[in-house]
């Protein structure tokens, strides 16, 4: 578009220029007799091609401006040492005419320092929405993200719960602790504890994929689960689950197998928010561990 532009002004500077130039030798010493009553016209034209040149070609077109008023000029002052009683006049709309495209040029370019100034306040402006944006949606992911892990943390599942409870009529929140993690830790250390988790979420991931909604806090993890699973459906998945804990895990030399304890709250239910159902499955966690642990434990069964 910019070289398209720049062709069609370097068109008018030039075609300009022809008219311009042409006009003036046909108002010029050689000029007819018969042509004289139309100077007046023909001078307003030139002065006409010559604001189309400056505001078009800008500095370009300036300077050009210039040499064709100084050429008109110095044809009116050699006519006026002749005495030719017009050349006064010519020397007048000469001068006014180069006076009046400084003007021109000088507010024209103000306009365009202006108006780069403008553009590369709005280009700083952009970046700085741009960067502020980039940065939110650094500090978004940061927020809703395990560090450890990766995965989506809790704060992010408590979202989605709050959604669920917009959107679906019922569904289910099962919230899973893994049994004795503390005696990883203490025997083991926090960095082997912290190999194992990672180990567990990406078995968790394999079997989760895409069909639920999941998070992880501590030795926690919670499964939203908005598709309409039964109870059946849902104890088929604890089995699943169990096999993810239960396969042996081997940590430079530590070798060790876990179980997990299962809580599972039913909205509406088991609570009409997401807080109450939060609470309400780790409470039938609890009770899981209560009675024995690896096992899962409804909310609903008191």
């Not at 044809?75 to 030719?84: E, F, L, P, Q, W």
């Not at 001068?95 to 003007?103: G, N």
């Not at 780069?116 to 709005?122: C, D, F, K, R, S």
């Amino acid at each position: 578009m910019k070289e398209k532009n720049k062709a069609l002004h370097i068109a008018i500077l030039i075609i300009g220029v022809i008219v311009y130039l042409f006009l003036f030798m046909i108002t010029g010493p050689l000029a007819k007799d018969s042509l004289r009553p139309y100077f007046g016209v023909f001078l307003q034209i030139q002065v006409i091609i010559c604001a189309l040149i400056v505001t078009t070609n800008r500095k370009r077109g300036f300077i050009v401006d210039m040499a064709l008023c100084a050429l008109n000029l110095m044809s009116a002052a050699s006519a006026a040492a002749h005495g030719t009683t017009t050349a006064f006049t010519a020397v007048l709309v000469s001068l006014i005419s180069a006076a009046i495209l400084f003007i021109i040029f000088t507010f024209l370019d103000k306009i365009d320092t202006q108006s780069a100034e403008l553009a590369e306040q709005y280009e700083q402006i952009t970046d700085s929405n741009r960067t502020m944006q980039e940065t939110d949606e650094a500090l978004r992911q940061l927020a809703y993200t395990d560090g450890l892990t990766g995965l989506n943390n809790m704060r992010w599942l408590y979202e989605q719960t709050e959604k669920a409870i917009q959107e679906k009529p019922e569904f289910s929140l099962l919230y899973l602790d893994i049994d004795n993690f503390k005696y990883v830790n203490d025997t083991y250390g926090s960095k082997i504890g912290d190999v194992a988790v990672k180990i567990y979420a990406e078995r968790l991931s394999a079997l989760c994929q895409n069909q639920y909604q999941f998070a992880r806090s501590g030795d926690d993890f919670g499964i939203l689960l908005t598709d309409g699973q039964s109870k059946t459906d849902i104890l088929t998945l604890v089995e699943q689950l169990g096999e993810v804990f239960s396969k042996p895990v081997s940590i430079q030399g530590a070798k060790f197998n876990m179980t997990a304890s299962y809580g599972i709250a039913s909205y509406p239910h088991d609570g009409n928010n997401s807080e109450e159902l939060f609470d309400n499955a780790i409470m039938a966690v609890y009770n899981a561990k209560a009675n024995g642990k690896a096992r899962a434990y409804f909310f609903s069964q008191g």
